[in-house]
C-alpha cells in the first residue's frame, strides 16, 4: 500500500532549527513535495525533489534520499510566522500526490 | 490574479441535503482536484480532471460527484449529504510539466447535521 509518515507535532524554540522528517512508501515516484497550512488556510507550496540531495531555498531546505524512501524539512532561524502544520506529499506512478497527515509545528519564544 | 478561489466558504446541511461546492481558476491550468481533509489524516483525493469536459475518480470518490464544463470551473456536487461528509473541502490546479505544484483554494467547511 502506499504509506507517508510523519510526526504529529513537534515544538522548536524561536531562532533555533529544526528537521521535520518525512519516510514515503508510494506505488512509483514522481517527486517529493512538502507544503505549509497555517491553522485555518490552505496549504501552500514550499519545496519539491525529485533527486537525491539538499535543495536550499533562503531559511528552508529540503533533502531527498530515493533508495531510503526518507525526505526531511530543515527549517532555520525559526521565527513565530513558522507556526503551521507541514506536509509532506509524494507524487505516485499516476502522478497522483499522496498526502501524510502534517506535522504541526510549535514554536516558542 | 485571484488564483483558485472557492464558494461558499462554509455551509452547514442536514442529512440528505444536496449542495454543489464551485471551486474556479484564472491560471489557465488544465489541472483541477478536489480533496478533504479530516483531523489526523492526510488531505484525500475525491476527484480530478485533467481538462475540460474530463474528470476521473480518485480515493474517496463515493457519495460526490463533479463536473468540470469549462477549463476554469470545476464543481463538486454531495447528491445526498451524511455526516461522514463532514469536512473541509479544498481545490486545488495545476498545469502539466516538469514540476507539477498544485495551488490551492482557501476551502469549504461543511459540516452535516
Known amino acids: 500500500g502506499q504509506n507517508i509518515d510523519q510526526p504529529t507535532e513537534m515544538t522548536a524554540t524561536e531562532g533555533a532549527i529544526v528537521q521535520i522528517n518525512c519516510t514515503y512508501q508510494?506505488?512509483?515516484?514522481?517527486?517529493l513535495f512538502w507544503y505549509q497550512q497555517h491553522a485555518g488556510e490552505a496549504p501552500t507550496f514550499l519545496s519539491y525533489?525529485?533527486l537525491d540531495g539538499l535543495e536550499e531555498k533562503g531559511r528552508f531546505s529540503s533533502f531527498l534520499s530515493r533508495s531510503k524512501g526518507y525526505s526531511y524539512l530543515l527549517l532555520k532561524e525559526l521565527q513565530m510566522k513558522d507556526s503551521a502544520s507541514y506536509l509532506c506529499?509524494?507524487?505516485?506512478?499516476?502522478?497522483?500526490?499522496?498526502w501524510g497527515a502534517g506535522t504541526k509545528l510549535i514554536i516558542k519564544p | 490574479n485571484a488564483g483558485v478561489t472557492q464558494t461558499p466558504k462554509f455551509r452547514v446541511l442536514k442529512t440528505g441535503q444536496s449542495m454543489t461546492l464551485l471551486c474556479a481558476q484564472d491560471?489557465?491550468?488544465?489541472?483541477m482536484y478536489w480533496y478533504r481533509q479530516d483531523p489526523g489524516m492526510g488531505l484525500r483525493l475525491i476527484h480530478y480532471?485533467?481538462?475540460?469536459?474530463?474528470?476521473a475518480k480518485g480515493e474517496v470518490p463515493d457519495g460526490y460527484n463533479v463536473s468540470r464544463l469549462k477549463k476554469q470551473n470545476f464543481l463538486l456536487g454531495l447528491e445526498s449529504a451524511a455526516p461522514s461528509q463532514t469536512s473541509v473541502y479544498f481545490c486545488?490546479?495545476?498545469?502539466?510539466?516538469?514540476?507539477?505544484?498544485?495551488?490551492f483554494g482557501p476551502g469549504t467547511r461543511l459540516l452535516v447535521l
Open positions: 508510494t506505488s512509483g515516484f514522481n517527486g
Open positions: 480532471s485533467v481538462g475540460e469536459g474530463t474528470t
Open positions: 486545488a490546479s495545476s498545469s502539466p510539466g516538469e514540476v507539477e505544484t498544485q495551488y
Open positions: 491560471m489557465n491550468h488544465e489541472y
Open positions: 525533489n525529485v
Open positions: 506529499a509524494s507524487m505516485d506512478s499516476n502522478y497522483q500526490l499522496i
